[in-house]
């Protein structure tokens, strides 16, 4: 039987947590500063968006490995409703 995977609000968290990033910077003001203005256009961001968002800016991830991880969660955001 296949072993199920781990959410990626968990994956997120722990890579944040292991990479010592500044979630107060990553959730704050400054980070979703910029997308504020996406916020009239979209959703708002919640808070794992914000981190795989910041795990991007600060060069942690690829930018293929940032929209897989936003698809993904989305898709599990959509699956929840």
Not at 13 to 19: D, G, K, P, V, Y
Not at 55 to 79: N, P, T, V, W
Request: charged share 40%; net charge positive.
């Amino acid at each position: 039987m296949k072993k199920p995977r781990p959410s990626v609000a968990d994956l997120v968290a722990r890579f944040a947590r292991l990479t010592k990033l500044d979630m107060e910077k990553a959730i704050g003001a400054d980070a979703v500063g910029m997308l504020v203005r996406l916020k009239e256009e979209t959703s708002a961001l919640d808070e794992t968006e914000c981190v795989i968002v910041e795990l991007k800016r600060d060069g942690r991830i690829s930018a293929r490995r940032m929209a897989e991880l936003l698809r993904r969660h989305q898709k599990e955001c959509l699956r929840r409703r």
